[in-house]
């Protein structure tokens, strides 16, 4: 099932400064590649060359970024509409006001992804998208294992599959929002707060968002293993660069 993706990439990094103040986060180099084209290139494998990216900061640098190459993706080119909400707003609107705005972009179903996190191993599937459908969940969010920076964790995660918004001082074990996920419109569409497009251009976190879905078990999980680093920081970043490619 081909569904657009929309990758979040319109962020200061301000802790990745000075190497954002001239260059945007998602267009920081990892081992020869910017991270947002380890993300087209992955989700250009699994099929899916439709794509939402939202900008901010240095937002003119990611559209021309794609211009220059559109065909080097794939098989098939890539398809980008832009949601500028630098232009439109005078800066980003946080995950979920940015994901608010675009959705007249998006279809009932789509992918979502943040553009500073390198996972170059991960499986955009068809598989996965048909498994999502045929639930009936809001969301379905894919964990990783808590990384040092982030040592307690965001979200629980059932036997039976469900993301936990677990209370302070829960001993059941929290893993890490990845940022990669599936979602419905009516994740969104069910917030007056955030109507589609997101007119006033209203800045609101995804997270408050998740865990208020999480307590009426809206939202699904999985564990990935696989390869996976937050880019927030240059020594992050040069971490990954010293490492030589397998």
């Known amino acids: ?23 945007p986060k998602p267009l920081l180099r990892v081992r020869g590649k910017a991270l947002i084209d380890w993300h087209a290139q992955a989700l250009a494998r699994g099929g ?15 559209s021309s970024h794609f211009d220059l190459q559109p065909n080097r993706y794939g098989h098939e080119p890539l398809s980008i509409s832009y949601s500028h909400e630098g232009a439109d707003f005078g800066g980003a ?3 979920a006001g940015g994901i608010a705005r675009a959705l007249p ?53 059932s036997p039976q599959g469900l993301a936990l918004n677990l209370p302070p001082g829960d001993p059941q074990p929290r893993y890490t929002y990845s940022t ?11 917030l007056p707060q955030l109507p589609a497009g ?19 078990q809206s939202i699904s999980a ?12 240059p020594a992050r970043l040069d971490e990954l660069n010293r490492i030589t490619e397998s």
């Open 105 to 157: 972009l998006l279809d009932d179903v789509f992918w979502v992804l943040a553009g500073d996190v390198f996972v170059p191993d991960f499986e955009f599937s068809d598989a996965a998208v048909s498994r999502f459908v045929a639930s009936q969940q809001l969301a379905h969010l894919w964990l990783v294992p808590n990384p040092a920076h982030n040592p307690r964790g965001d979200f629980g995660l």
């Open 180 to 190: 990669i996920g599936l979602y419905r419109r009516a994740f969104f569409s069910a």
């Open 198 to 216: 997101n007119p006033q251009g209203i800045k609101a976190p995804l997270a408050p968002l998740l865990r208020a879905a999480m307590d009426n």
């Open 1 to 23: 099932m081909s569904i657009k993706a929309m990758i979040l990439a319109a962020g200061r990094g301000e802790r990745m400064r000075p190497l954002t103040d001239r260059c």
């Open 48 to 62: 899916f060359n439709e794509l939402v990216v939202n900008t901010a900061w240095l937002g003119p640098q990611i």
């Open 93 to 95: 609107l946080e995950t």
């Open 222 to 233: 999985e564990l990935y293993e696989g390869a996976w680093t937050d880019v927030g920081t």
